[in-house]
């Protein structure tokens, strides 16, 4: 019996067909393989840079924590007298908060203000001076305060000593990364905003 080589070329083809389909089919499995494992890594390489983003997030925060802290807050209420008459006589005539804000930090720290309590709608007071509470006036709101430098502030002049004082100034600032902080004079700090 012989070979009925009509069929052959035919036979040779499906041969090559499952052939190619064999390597298509292997090469399908591959590349899914390759896939899955690229996916693992882009996963794990987007937890990395999660954990790394977490990090460096935490470091920020923390450098901001430890400027503010090193900002300080002392108030005093003072009595205010006014000389009179011909007699040059000395009369009471309020109260004024002296408060100073030192900025003992590395960096500056912006928008400085202080007021009365909590109620922080109050207009800022102006700043009186660089150095001393007793200095010159200076124009306007502390705008920035440099590294070591003491800004103080004079409120202005009130009738009452404030129910002896209970209700203390406290400073509202904003770190160099434009956090903004809330700090009494007994150095309670917290942070305002996001």
Known sequence: MGI???????????????AAAYGALMTM?????????????????????????QEL????????????R????????????????SARRQVDIGWR??????NASNAPIYGVRVQVGDDLHEAAWPAVSRQRP??????????????????????????????????RPVALFRDESHREWHLD???SLSHRGS
Do not use: M
């Open 70 to 85: 090193q900002v300080s807050l002392d108030a005093d209420i003072v009595r205010v007298v006014d000389t009179v008459g």
């Open 29 to 53: 499995r591959s590349q899914r393989a390759q896939i899955r494992e690229q996916r693992d890594f882009i996963a794990d390489q987007r937890k990395v840079l999660n954990l790394q983003e």
């Open 4 to 18: 009925d080589w009509g069929d052959a070329p035919t036979w040779a083809g499906a041969a090559f067909a499952a």
């Open 134 to 167: 007793d200095g010159p006036e200076q124009s306007g709101a502390a705008d920035v305060i440099k590294a070591g430098a003491l800004w103080c502030f004079r409120s202005p002049v009130y009738e009452s000593e404030f129910g002896g004082g209970t209700v």
């Open 57 to 68: 997030t935490d470091g920020a925060r923390a450098r901001q924590l430890e400027q503010a």
């Open 97 to 102: 908060w002296v408060t100073c804000v030192k």
């Open 185 to 187: 004079e007994h150095g």
